[in-house]
């Protein structure tokens, strides 16, 4: 039950919490059945019904999505992990999780100050020139404050929140403990993978936390970049950056979200659209390391038609055999290579029940839908649509870089057709995919692999006497073991367990009862006896109260 695995004191109070705004947004119903019956009860004592009618009205993704506003960052922050998730949640969720934004109340200069004496080793404005102590923004994690340093660069300083280290690890616990208690309660919610979700959550908060590994990323990206690229990042002061703060050039331009001030600037909307398309297909299918988050707000606009990133706390990586397959699917969808495309999405899926036959068929229907359209007139957001969605019926689940290059592609689409409407993601892609394909195939390319499997092979057959040696030496003397995982009868030996346990108790209960009956009949002179008789009794009663909660609990439970 879950108070037998939340036994730390601290996280109670929290778990309350979640129970009552759960139940105020109707999910009752899964409150009680991940076994929250107690928070349920004590919830419902204080709990506020505010618009219920209003509440009632709301489908279930936007309830889910005002529950994870009410319980703040660290929930809102899993929202957006969510959002990424193109491979198991439909259009409708992926679009209230999408609406989920990182804005957080500002946290007093005072205790940001003495955050930044601590990592500045002296007064801030000993340091800088001038601090803006209003924030410039506030988010979950951090916030940020302009600033001027000594020779007058402008810089923005990116705050680390005080104390947020020990409240997100008190978080990512209790949603550890939770995402247990789902998986074993709650069978119907397990295509949705809630530990490995929360698992690839808890990664992706601690490295954001790390205020440092953001300006690596930031470096790492701009070595990338080619000088004509027309993007622009932020150079990184590294004399003063650390864990908890970042300092970093300050870019002024046109926010990513104002459309309309890009035409007002004169700049050309769809030279914008394409560079900054061009620079996040190179970054994921060249390089292998790219921005995973390009949506407008963490996008400014600048003069001469460039556009400065901003922002990289959330990067995908991608390795060289992965960057082929991507490449490799592209090219299967328009040559109709429904079993090319279907062995790479099997390939894929870290836990696949699909059957082959019904996948391939899938394939080749979504296959048939895009038969005869050339790669650089493809509808790229439709397409990742539809192929998703074969995903989710096929219960086919990504690893989390293929999601991180789902989610980047579509946020690209959107954003290029807002800048311009004609705007074409697939004829950008066309070339950046023709290229990877002739780089992989090349005939350099192609004698390395082909001398790299060959060492493999001799290295593999020259262990193979040693490697025989050891097995026949291990089976001859008893040490070889095969062991058989089969995951549905862990449920039923632990009901055969309880079924024994409540046989036994029955048992002893009887023979306590009989037991101390005989000895009620002995004479009290001679031993004094009828008073153990009399506690057997009370023991007895005990047992038999006991075993009839235990079997009135777990019928409540079935």
């Known amino acids: 039950m879950l108070w037998q695995a939340l036994n730390a004191a601290r996280d109670l109070g929290r778990v309350q919490d979640i129970a009552a705004v759960l139940i105020r947004y109707g999910f009752g119903d899964v409150v009680q059945r991940i076994g929250m019956s107690n928070a349920l009860e004590k919830a419902g004592k204080v709990l506020h019904w505010r618009k219920a009618e209003e509440l009632a009205r709301l489908k279930p ?40 934004q990182d804005h957080a109340g500002s946290v007093d200069w005072d205790k940001i100050e003495a955050q930044l004496r601590e990592d500045l080793g002296q007064p801030p404005m000993e340091v800088f020139d001038w601090i803006d102590t209003e924030p410039l923004a506030a988010a979950s994690l951090g916030q940020v404050h302009r600033a001027r340093l000594p020779d007058g660069q402008e810089v923005v300083l990116k705050v680390r929140r005080p104390g947020i280290r020990p409240v997100v690890e008190a978080d990512l616990r ?27 959550f808890g990664q992706s908060l601690r490295r954001e936390l ?17 000088p004509d690229s027309g993007i622009v990042v932020p150079g990184i002061h590294w004399e003063w950056t650390g864990e908890r703060l970042n300092v970093q050039d300050y870019i002024d331009g046109i926010p990513g979200r104002r459309y309309e001030a890009v035409v007002e600037a004169g700049l050309d909307r769809h030279l914008i659209a394409q560079r900054g398309t061009r620079a996040i297909l190179k970054m994921i299918l060249e390089h292998g390391f790219f921005h995973a988050d390009p949506h407008p707000g963490n996008i400014k606009y600048l003069p ?18 992965r960057r082929h397959e991507v490449a490799e699917l592209l090219h299967g969808l328009v040559s109709r290579d429904s079993d090319g495309v279907s062995r790479i999405l099997l390939g894929w899926s870290t836990d696949s029940r699909a059957e082959n036959d019904d996948l391939e068929q899938d394939v080749a229907d979504f296959i048939d839908a895009y038969h005869g359209v050339p790669l650089d007139q493809l509808d790229m957001s ?11 019926r096929h219960h086919l689940v990504l690893p989390p870089d293929l999601v991180l290059m789902f989610k980047a592609f579509v946020t690209l689409e959107g954003m290029g057709r807002s800048l311009d409407p004609d705007f074409d993601m697939a004829s950008e892609a066309a070339p950046v995919v023709e290229g990877v394909l002739k780089h992989h195939y090349s005939p350099g390319n192609m004698a390395r692999r082909v001398q790299k499997n060959l060492v493999e092979t ?25 062991h058989v995982d089969v995951n549905s009868l862990k449920d039923v030996t632990a009901r055969l367990d309880k079924a024994v346990s409540r046989l036994t108790l029955g048992i002893v209960t009887a023979a306590l009862i009989i037991g101390s009956a005989i000895a009620m009949n002995v004479d009290p002179s001679d031993t004094g006896v009828p008073i153990l008789g009399l506690l057997g009794f009370v023991g007895a009663a005990l047992g038999g109260i006991w075993l009839l909660f235990s079997i009135w609990r777990s019928g409540r439970g079935d």
């Open 61 to 100: 993704p936007e309830r889910l999505r005002r529950v994870m506003e009410e319980l703040g960052p660290t929930f809102v922050k899993l929202g957006q992990v969510l959002a990424t998730r193109v491979d198991l949640f439909g259009p409708e969720w992926l679009e209230e999780f999408s609406r989920l």
């Open 174 to 200: 209790l949603l550890n403990r939770l995402a247990e208690i789902v998986e074993a309660e709650a069978p119907d919610l397990k295509d949705y993978k809630p530990r490995a979700l929360v698992k690839q």
């Open 210 to 226: 790390d205020f440092a590994a953001e300006c690596r990323n930031a470096e790492r990206i701009a070595g990338d970049l080619e």
């Open 304 to 321: 001469d038609n460039r556009i400065a990133l901003l922002d990289f706390g959330m990067v995908g990586r991608l390795s060289t055999d």
């Open 382 to 392: 439709a397409m990742i649509g539809d192929i998703t969605g074969v995903l989710r």
């Open 458 to 482: 001799l290295k593999i057959l020259g262990n193979l006497p040693d490697d025989l040696s050891r097995l026949l030496r291990a089976a001859r003397r008893g040490r070889i073991e095969v």
